[in-house]
């Protein structure tokens, strides 16, 4: 059973509408709004500032923290419990591994930059809009970066490639065929990769396509992430 | 008594009458509502109190009753402070700050009988619907207590039911357009006292460096439904009446603001 047309009549390639803001958050060092359809996320990073507890400094190198927390009303169905669990830590772990590599933090021995990612509410890319949202409020806050960093859910939908999967189209599986959700960051310049996930079942050829076109349309995240952060320090 | 520099600052310039961004005591910050922003929950609303942002969302799902009040449902206010927020606060289990201003939001929408939970049964002892309202400080920069208790009441007149299936789950594909219902509007005013000066809507450094400062929760009809006095200094009989005055005041000016 194909997936010839999307549910919302979007193109397989074109995600939802994208509203990026950076400098939302007037307390904190550096903070972004990303807004992809019904996904929001914020990001506020504070620091570098001395990390506690002691024993988890790194005097060589300053440490990177990333904190993903669904707020309690953001859920499609019931209350989600606050204080996080086995999940966010998990999504906390690979947001900073998708960020770090654009990262120099040796000029910040023993201190930490705490990035948080707040959700006020969700429709699937989740991960994915927290990290595009971080990476902006790290550049606000002044951090130099070798590149930005853009991320989107690419995946099968029944034997058809498609980007940016909505919470209608993961739950779409049949008996035989499955949905590959697939999250992957990209580093548009070098075109190199920092978060992959994936449920679902997939092929080689079909994963292969899908990365292809999480690349592109990464790059054209991107472009909206560096609009929305020259907005702010235009006249700068 | 070893003061701090700030605090003398603080208290240098209000014995001039005047807060360091230039406010008189009982001026309040430029304040806005806007509903609706969490498309997840069942109402929200963003409230801003200068930069103060607060965001609010109700949760509305269908539980089994307590076995002590079969013929009651559920309402309850949580508050937490991201750390997202401020310098000031971290991760983890709420600190002494978030418990209180929990609490003390929550006093102010329930002991008002906002709601009257025996509205929200649906069969007594066995079906009954459970409201949560879930406070996020998005911006902490001063007057938590007073952007908490806006939010809530905003978020609680958005709120709209979600429907109902045959076998009694709720039903968030198809929301009715059934309001909460609502019988009180309460909200919080918050007055502090530094030295001699009583003020509102404080800032982060009025906030570190206040001697006492008080709750008074007020209903629409000028009632009072809950009061919480905080900090180490104390007040008089005279300062408590003069700052009641001054919550019924502010709350009849701040509710005008609910209007959409």
Redesign the interface.
């Given at each position: 059973m194909p997936y010839p047309k999307r549910f919302d009549g979007r193109k397989f390639d074109e995600t939802r509408p994208i509203v990026a803001k950076v400098g939302i958050?007037?307390?904190?060092d550096g903070?972004a709004m990303f807004q992809i359809g019904?996904t929001?996320a914020?990001?506020?990073v504070?620091g570098p500032?001395t990390l506690h507890p002691k024993w988890m400094q790194n005097p060589k190198t300053g440490v990177l923290r990333c904190?993903y927390?669904m707020?309690?009303?953001?859920?499609?169905?019931?209350?989600v419990r606050?204080?996080g669990g086995r999940r966010a830590r998990e999504i906390g772990m690979v947001t900073e591994n998708a960020l770090l590599p654009v990262l120099d933090l040796r000029e910040y021995p023993n201190a930490v930059v705490?990035v948080?990612i707040?959700l006020?509410?969700?429709?699937a890319g989740t991960r994915c809009a927290g990290i595009c949202a971080a990476s902006m409020a790290l550049a606000d806050a002044g951090f130099e970066m070798t590149d930005m960093v853009a991320a989107v859910a690419v995946g099968n939908v029944q034997g058809s490639i498609v980007a940016d999967l909505t919470y209608e189209e993961e739950q779409n599986k049949t008996e035989t065929e499955g949905v590959a959700d697939t999250p992957v960051a990209f580093m548009p310049n070098s075109g190199k990769l920092t978060l992959l996930q994936m449920d679902g079942h997939n092929t080689r050829a079909d994963l292969k396509r899908a990365l292809e076109m999480g690349r592109e349309v990464c790059k054209k995240i991107v472009a909206i992430q560096k609009a929305a952060l020259r907005a702010k320090y235009k006249g700068e | 008594m070893i003061m701090s520099d700030e605090k003398q600052h603080v208290l240098k310039y209000l014995a001039k009458g005047i807060r360091y961004d230039g406010r008189k005591p009982l001026d309040y910050r430029e304040v806005s509502i806007a509903y609706g922003?969490?498309?997840?929950?069942?109402g929200?609303a963003l409230v801003k109190i200068g930069?103060t942002?607060v965001?609010a969302?109700?949760?509305i799902?269908i539980e089994k009753p307590y076995p002590d009040t079969p013929d009651k449902g559920n309402l309850m206010v949580?508050a937490?402070l991201?750390?997202?927020?401020?310098?000031l606060f971290e991760?983890g289990?709420p600190s002494d700050q978030g418990i209180e201003l929990a609490r003390v939001v929550d006093r102010g929408v329930r002991e008002s009988e906002s709601i009257d939970v025996h509205d929200l049964v649906i069969k007594a002892g066995e079906l009954v619907w459970s409201v949560?309202v879930?406070l996020?400080a998005?911006?902490?920069?001063g007057n938590l207590f007073d952007a908490c208790s806006l939010a809530a009441l905003a978020a609680l007149k958005d709120a709209k039911m979600p429907g109902k299936t045959e076998n009694n789950k709720?039903d968030?594909d198809n929301r009715t357009n059934d309001k909460l219902p609502l019988k009180h509007e309460p909200l919080e005013i918050t007055m502090f006292k530094i030295g001699n000066t009583v003020l509102v809507d404080p800032s982060p450094e009025e906030e570190l460096n206040f001697d006492a400062r008080l709750t008074v929760a007020c209903r629409e009809d000028g009632s009072l439904c809950a009061l919480q006095k905080g900090g180490a200094g104390e007040l008089t009989i005279e300062e408590i009446d003069h700052m009641i005055g001054i919550a019924l005041e502010k709350s009849a000016w701040l509710r005008k603001k609910l209007a959409r």
């Open positions: 958050i007037a307390r904190a903070s019904k929001t914020y990001a506020a504070y500032r904190e927390n707020l309690p009303f953001s859920g499609h169905g019931e209350r606050p204080g705490d948080y707040d006020p509410q969700t429709d | 922003v969490s498309r997840s929950a069942e929200s930069k942002e965001m969302g109700v949760k799902s949580n937490e991201r750390p997202m927020a401020s310098p991760s289990p949560s879930d996020v998005i911006n902490d920069d709720a968030y």
